[in-house]
Every structure is written in structure tokens, then in C-alpha cells.
């Protein structure tokens, strides 16, 4: 049994609401546009988990259609812009790549961030979702549990969007 008393009952609650609020998002995503889709899901990692980026990217269609979100932390990892950002990232988004982690070099920051990888993936819709962090002990189970069930709720979402927005 989990003692849901003190600090780690506390924790424990935040993370089932966390957990409850991304199960709840596609309901607001629909009718939603891909490209909004993924900056929700990249605005609403970033303010979940203990990471200081969150990267999504989607191929979705049979036109192939990218769409990408970039959150940073400036604080932390400097004022890069997205094209920046997304030059750094897409050496970890080879289709064939394993979920898992890495290290990512910050060229100019005397400053390295462990990267961890997640496929996104519903029929038509592909893609990954990176976080990353100074910390070296990521993912943590739930933030490995939480990017998970973000990749599956969005690639659903995706697949709707992209289905909507290429009949209209």
C-alpha cells in the first residue's frame, strides 16, 4: 500500500492528477489543429515534469507534413530559438530509434543534457516526444510513464486532426 500521507503521499496525488490531466486533453484537442495539438502537449510537459526542455515531432499524412514544438527552459539551458533547438534535436529522430536515453552536448554551454526519447505513434501519425535534463536519473518511472501515455493520447489526437484538417 502507498502511504498517501506527508511528502511522498503528496507527490504521489500531483502525479495521478498529472496523469488524470493528460487523459483528459484529447476531449480539448478535438477539432484542434495538428500544429496546436503539439504545442499543448509540449506546453503541458513542461509544466508537469522536473525537465528543462520537451521536444515534440510529428510526421503525420501522406504528404508527410512536420509539425514540431520546442519548450525550454531559459533559465537553464539559454534563449536558443526553435530552429536552433530543432537543429540540435534531430539527430535523435531517426524513425528506427529505440525508446531510451542519451546524452545531448549544448554547443557554446559548458553544458550536457541526458535526453530521453519517446515514439509517437498511431497509424498515420509518427514522431517522437524527447525531454531532457541535467539531471543524469532521467526518466524517472513516472516521467518514462507520463511521456508514454502523452505519445499515445496525442497520437490519437493527431490522427483525427490530420484526417479533419486533409478532407476540409
Keep these: 500500500l502507498i502511504d498517501t500521507q506527508g511528502s511522498e503521499g503528496a507527490e ?6 498529472d496523469l488524470v490531466a493528460l487523459t483528459a486533453l484529447p476531449a480539448l484537442w478535438i477539432g484542434r489543429r495538428p500544429s496546436a495539438i503539439v504545442d499543448s ?3 503541458t510537459l513542461l509544466a508537469m515534469l522536473d525537465v528543462d526542455l520537451v521536444s515534440v515531432h510529428v510526421r503525420s499524412g501522406e504528404a508527410v507534413a512536420r509539425t514540431e514544438a520546442v519548450r525550454a527552459d531559459p533559465s537553464v539551458v539559454g534563449n536558443r530559438t526553435s530552429a536552433e533547438w530543432l537543429s540540435l534535436l534531430h539527430p535523435l ?4 530509434r ?19 526519447v519517446v515514439p509517437l505513434g498511431y497509424r498515420n ?3 517522437h516526444i524527447i525531454i531532457a535534463s541535467r539531471r543524469s536519473d532521467i526518466p524517472t518511472q513516472i516521467e518514462s510513464t507520463l511521456c508514454q501515455v502523452a505519445a499515445n493520447e496525442a497520437g490519437i489526437a493527431l490522427q483525427e486532426a490530420d484526417l479533419t484538417y486533409r478532407l476540409q
Aim: proline share 6%; aromatic share 6%.
Design 12 to 17: 504521489f496525488r500531483r502525479r495521478i492528477r
Design 41 to 43: 502537449v509540449a506546453d
Design 98 to 116: 529505440p525508446q531510451g536515453t542519451t546524452t545531448l552536448a549544448i554547443p557554446g554551454a559548458d553544458l550536457d543534457l541526458t535526453a530521453y
Design 125 to 127: 501519425v509518427r514522431g
Design 93 to 96: 529522430l531517426d524513425q528506427n
